[in-house]
């Protein structure tokens, strides 16, 4: 059996040994947007270092978990904390935990992240709908012999993040009274921050915002079909556009300031999401 599908069934039955449920929506949580886990009626939690070859986050902001539960009545699977390239694991440990997710049942991916803002309308602190992103900064997941078991050889990439989602992203923010940009996302590896040289490329590719996640989250969800949508967190403008120094501890403390408006926009768009 091809190795990287043989390493994901047995995940998932480590998993299903551990949990029965199914759930719809797959969340993916950002850096310093792991409290929304608080809003989940929460059935059970596995630590991802409970599950055998399972790569574990080593990032601070990063709970290293999944959460099972209900946010109102749709069931949902959080990952409270995700796993970058940059922490050294293979681009297929990655997107284990998507792929992992998808196969438990979930037909919908929510991805949520923080990033750093090129579009020169972004303020600090504004929310970025995807819709549209750019991958070519980090290498495709879907390399390797492919898992014909899961998705195709070739996907079509056209509309990765769903247009209905997308709309009930839009209309979330709109009742709520909250601002929401839209704009491409690229995924660069990290984990150094960009340099203004590179951020000034990225801005004449037409990329809104930049960050070190998501993208290739999204494709391997993409390939087993999932229902995608993302929200990024602008949590500063990238370099060279914002005068000091980039660190992690302000993407943290951005996000976690943007977090209660970031809680109802989640929470709302999970609850349309349930009745589609
Ligand atoms: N660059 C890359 N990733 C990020 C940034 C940034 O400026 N801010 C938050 N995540």
Same mark, same amino acid.
């Given at each position: ?82 796993? /970058? ?32 803002? =090129? ?14 992103? =750019? ?36 209309? #979330? ?49 993409? /390939? ?9 967190? #602008? ?42």
């Amino acid at each position: 059996m091809n190795p990287v599908y043989e390493k994901l069934q047995n995940c998932y039955e480590s998993v299903k040994a551990k949990i029965d449920f199914t759930p719809t929506v797959a969340l993916v949580l950002g850096s310093g947007l792991g409290k929304f886990a608080e809003e989940i009626e929460v059935v059970g939690s596995i630590s991802y270092s409970e599950i055998e070859g399972f790569p574990t986050s080593t990032v601070p902001g990063h709970a290293g978990q999944f959460v099972f539960g209900y946010v109102d009545k749709v069931p949902v699977v959080c990952m409270q904390g995700r796993v /970058h390239y940059y922490e050294g694991y293979p681009i297929t440990d990655v997107v284990l935990p998507m792929r992992l997710m998808a196969l438990m049942g979930a037909k919908y991916a929510f991805l949520t992240n923080a990033s750093g803002g =090129i579009n020169r309308n972004f303020k600090a602190g504004d929310f970025m709908l995807l819709n549209d992103h =750019i991958s070519l900064f980090a290498p495709n997941p879907l390399i390797g012999p492919n898992i014909d078991e899961i998705g195709t050889r070739f996907p079509d990439m056209s509309s990765v993040y769903d247009p209905i989602l997308r709309d009930i992203i839009k209309n #979330v923010a709109d009742d709520f009274g909250i601002s929401m940009q839209e704009g491409v996302y690229a995924q660069l590896t990290g984990p150094s921050f960009e340099s203004p040289a590179e951020i000034r490329m990225l801005g004449k590719l037409g990329v809104d915002a930049v960050g070190m996640s998501t993208v290739v989250e999204a494709i391997a969800a993409n /390939h087993m079909g999932m229902k995608i949508c993302a929200i990024s967190c #602008v949590c500063n403008l990238a370099a060279g556009i914002c005068d000091t120094p980039l660190t992690h501890d302000e993407v943290q403390e951005a996000a976690a300031k943007a977090a209660p408006l970031f809680k109802q926009i989640v929470r709302e768009t999970i609850v349309r999401i349930g009745n589609l």
